[in-house]
């Protein structure tokens, strides 16, 4: 079994907003495939599916941000889900819009959802670094993970999102340069990211 956590902060007022993305992949993750509907618990939404015969619970955190690590923690107490065995959707700001990037542990640069998660369930979880790019100086950062992304990109943000979830049985099965490679491919072929496109770390 695994659990597949979205990062975001619940309600109608941010459901556009770059942080967002997260909670946007795995809401296309229980439309494509057919999940459950969403039921309210663990201080968070969840909904359950399988994904190429791998049982997985999708979860939403309505915690806000800052406090997602309980909710994981709930969740994955409840269903004995070993770190190993949860993925976490994020944004990140350190790629290019449309960039995606798979890694287990590693630093949590900043991310505040990340810092709960890892304060509750230690750090040897899988990040899915969905690329939302920087606005160049640093003290925008906050009001810009906070904003809505622009009418503009609202192609590339759907693409993205169809191509997580098309793969995401990938990412079930543990297969994470593979799921990274596709969705790369399927951006590059909207034109959306270039071969060069490998962002900075």
């Keep these: ?17 770059r ?21 309210r618990r663990f201080q968070g939404e969840t909904s359950e599916g399988t994904l190429d015969s791998e049982r997985v619970i999708l979860l939403k955190p309505t915690t806000y941000m800052n406090e997602s690590g309980r909710s994981v923690q709930e969740a994955s107490s409840f269903f004995k889900i070993a770190p190993g065995d949860v993925t976490v959707f994020q944004d990140e700001l350190e790629l290019p819009p449309g960039k995606v990037r798979v890694k287990i542990g590693g630093g949590i640069a900043g991310h505040n959802g990340l810092r709960s998660i890892s304060a509750h369930i ?8 969905l690329g ?19 009418k503009a990109d609202d192609e590339w943000v759907r693409t993205l999102c169809e191509a ?20 790369h491919l399927a951006m590059l072929a909207k034109g959306f990211l270039t071969k060069d496109d490998n962002g900075k770390e």
């Design 1 to 17: 079994m695994r659990l597949f956590v979205g990062l975001g902060n619940p309600g109608a007022r941010y459901a556009r907003n």
């Design 19 to 39: 942080h967002n993305i997260g909670f946007m992949a795995v809401d296309e993750i229980a439309r494509r495939h057919g999940f459950a509907s969403w039921r």
């Design 164 to 183: 997580v979830a098309e793969h995401a049985a990938l990412l079930a099965k543990g297969t994470d340069a593979t799921f990274a490679n596709k969705v």
């Design 132 to 150: 939302i790019g920087h606005p160049g100086v640093k003290a925008l950062v906050h009001s810009y993970v906070l904003a809505d992304f622009a």
């Design 122 to 129: 230690g750090n040897d979880y899988r990040r899915v670094r």
